[in-house]
């Protein structure tokens, strides 16, 4: 069973509105991953951290935002939330040399 | 520009066949390369990883080798259950690289 924890699962809310992605692992990776997802599509990853206080930016150009206070905890916020922004969100954690693992993912709707 | 391409791109068997799914690789220099399942809108669960120094592990009925120097892996799935239908996604992570590029996926249906 992953230990890896998204919440939501499930979002719908309008436009404009602030949103923020939770991410969570009880396994003390320092390796954390977002990745964005549309339907039967390849994965996009968007913004990753070596540990804490370390956050960069991913292949895919973003307009969320992360941030990595505890190694345990790493959420993924948008400011102002737009239809375009319609997809979902999976994180991911990874020890060092080990098995990437993914949490449930969260599918969001922005209407 | 790394990249990793699977073939097929989809593909349906019948119960029972055993069928062999394809990641190809354009660098060699590659750290580990691991193989994912997904199911329709969820996340992804690891099926093996395997490291550059290895050619080959197992997993129940799932066996993935690895030939850096062809820049393949392949999947190899023995006697096909329709509970395996998902699509199966490949990851390289590279020598010099930051982060896995991941294949596009090849979507498996298993027809009983």
């Known amino acids: 069973e992953a230990d890896i924890y998204q919440t939501p699962r499930y979002l719908v809310i309008g436009t404009g509105k602030k949103i923020t992605l939770e991410c969570s692992q009880t396994m003390g990776h320092d390796k954390m991953y977002w990745y964005q997802q549309d339907p039967g599509m390849e994965l996009h990853l968007i913004h990753y951290?070596?540990?804490?206080?370390?956050?960069e930016k991913g292949d895919l150009s973003s307009e969320s935002t992360v941030s990595r206070i505890r190694t345990e905890h790493f959420p993924l916020t948008l400011e102002s939330a737009r239809p375009s922004h319609t997809s979902q969100y999976l994180c991911?954690?990874?020890?060092?040399?080990?098995?990437?693992?993914f949490g449930a993912g969260s599918r969001l709707t922005v209407l | 520009k790394q990249e990793v391409t699977q073939i097929p791109a989809a593909l349906s068997v019948p119960e029972g066949e055993n069928l062999v799914l394809n990641c190809s690789f354009t660098?060699?220099?590659?750290?580990?390369l691991q193989w994912f399942r997904q199911d329709p809108g969820k996340g992804l669960t690891s099926l093996l990883l395997?490291?550059?120094?290895?050619r080959e592990q197992t997993s129940g009925r799932l066996n993935a080798s690895l030939d850096k120097s062809s820049g393949r892996s392949t999947l190899y799935i023995a006697a096909s259950q329709p509970g395996d239908s998902a699509t199966y996604l490949c990851a390289v992570f590279y020598n010099y690289g930051q982060n896995f590029v991941f294949g596009p996926g090849t979507r498996l249906s298993v027809l009983p």
């Open positions: 660098d060699s220099a590659i750290y580990n």
């Open positions: 951290s070596y540990g804490v206080n370390s956050t």
């Open positions: 395997i490291q550059s120094s290895q």
């Open positions: 991911a954690s990874r020890a060092f040399e080990g098995v990437l693992t």
